[in-house]
Antibody, heavy 119, light 108 residues
Framework: QVQLVESGGGVVQPGRSLRLSCAAS????????MDWVRQAPGKGLEWVAV????????YYADSVKGRFTISRDNSKNTLYLHMNSLRAEDTAVYFC????????????WGQGTLVTVSS | DIQMTQSPSSLSASVGDRVTITCRAR??????LAWYQQKPGKVPKLLIF???TLQSGVPSRFSGSGSETDFTLTISSLQPEDVATYYC???????????FGPGTKVDI
């Protein structure tokens, strides 16, 4: 069965960096686009970034453009989110999601990892 | 990012009622629209993609319609387990962002 397991969350000071990981299993990782989506406490869903199946195409929400980098290692079936210059408003649960296709809505989601940006 | 709107922001209905939620895009997105259900404390679940295609395993009381800028999610007969927040998401253009709507909270 499809499994997505995020890790790497925690408490970090404003301006610092953090890297999230998402370990994928149960499907052919190299075939699907992957997304990061976040949800601030008590708030709605916010799409963060998407990466194509081969890692060649990456797109970002305006709110994280220039600060966050999405990447993937298809040899390790792992998705990453490198987050730089973190701000208090980046505090959220970060979910990884498997795309339905090359791109597309997430048909499987991980349980999420909490990132708290606070001094 | 292209914004999405949803209405209403919340609603309360009775078991068995027909419930309709609307999602609007600021510009045409064809049928590249998905609907999700998120129950309290749970991970979002994909209900519908391509505006009207039911994801496998989703009860048939859920249906979607619309195209371009106006979309609708309908629950034909509301059940207690449908208490959740429902989100729409556009996915027509990755460079323009796969934006979510603000959500509609459904209570009984």
């Amino acid at each position: 069965q499809v499994q997505l397991v995020e890790s790497g969350g925690g408490v970090v000071q404003p301006g610092r960096s953090l890297r999230l990981s998402c370990a994928a299993s149960g499907f052919t990782f190299t075939t699907y686009g992957m997304d990061w989506v976040r949800q601030a406490p008590g708030k709605g869903l916010e799409w963060v970034a998407v990466i194509s199946y081969d890692g060649n195409n990456k797109y970002y929400a305006d709110s994280v453009k220039g600060r966050f980098t999405i990447s993937r290692d298809n040899s390790k079936n792992t998705l990453y989110l490198h987050m730089n210059s973190l701000r208090a408003e980046d505090t959220a649960v970060y979910f990884c999601a498997k795309g339905l296709d090359t791109y597309g809505p997430g048909d499987y989601w991980g349980q999420g990892t909490l990132v708290t940006v606070s001094s | 990012d292209i914004q999405m709107t949803q209405s209403p922001s919340s609603l309360s209905a009775s078991v068995g009622d027909r419930v309709t939620i609307t999602c609007r895009a600021r510009q045409g997105i064809g049928k590249y629209l998905a609907w999700y259900q998120q129950k309290p404390g749970k991970v979002p679940k994909l209900l519908i993609f391509a505006a009207s295609t039911l994801q496998s395993g989703v009860p048939s009381r859920f249906s979607g319609s619309g195209s371009e800028t106006d979309f609708t999610l309908t629950i034909s007969s509301l059940q207690p387990e449908d208490v959740a927040t429902y989100y729409c998401q556009k996915y027509d253009s990755a460079p323009q962002g796969f934006t979510f709507g603000p959500g509609t909270k459904v209570d009984i």
